[in-house]
């Protein structure tokens, strides 16, 4: 029994680690939130800069949250402008889908190349990908990258937190849990729009409760 007691404790210590909130020092490791974990309560600002609280075990609808690094970069446009019919039908489906960024709240809609009209928030603190366990700390390299350009993490965020998420996808369902992520350090690489449908049509079929209903 003590040995039974060990081990779980064990598990539970690194189920805490995976879950805790954090700036990672590489991309390579961030832990992102997994499928059955809960998601602590979080805040996001609006446009016009207003806070807007979540409770995620209080969701009146499954919620689709995708985090993009920003207006700035051309891999998120070409993601975004590639999620635009899919995000209609999701809604259609009956989620709320939410795309935040690491953009301050008046850069949300402007820096990007084509308009939306989807819902966008700003984490220019990161504080919401630190949760989702995606956030990491921008090496210099890429600090010299943004300044040719032009550019500067905090003119972009309005925060001086000096990192990025990680562009990730995670369904939330009504009770508070993950319900599908999907995470790569690769920007380049993005979640297909079919394989989002896909899980989100699996979320609607009750898919991971397959094996009780078959008992």
Known sequence: MFFLRMALGIVILLLSNLAAAE?????????PLLPGMSVPAFELRTVAGEVVRVQPDALSK?????????GWCPYCNLHLAELRNVE???????????????????????????????????????????????AFQVNQDTHDRFARRGLTLEEISGDDAGGLPVPATFIIGTD?????QYTNPDYSIRLSPKVLLAAAEAYLDDADKRFRRNR
């Open 23 to 31: 700036l990672y020092d590489h991309l390579n490791e961030v832990r």
């Open 176 to 180: 508070g849990r993950v319900h599908f």
């Open 88 to 134: 209609a039908e999701l809604r259609g489906r009956g989620f709320e889908v939410w795309f935040i960024s690491a953009d301050r709240p008046e850069r949300l809609y402007e820096s990007l190349s084509e308009k939306v009209d989807y819902q966008l928030y700003s984490d220019g603190s990161l504080a919401v990908a630190e949760t989702f366990g995606i």
């Open 62 to 70: 499954p919620l689709v949250i995708t985090f993009y690094r920003g």
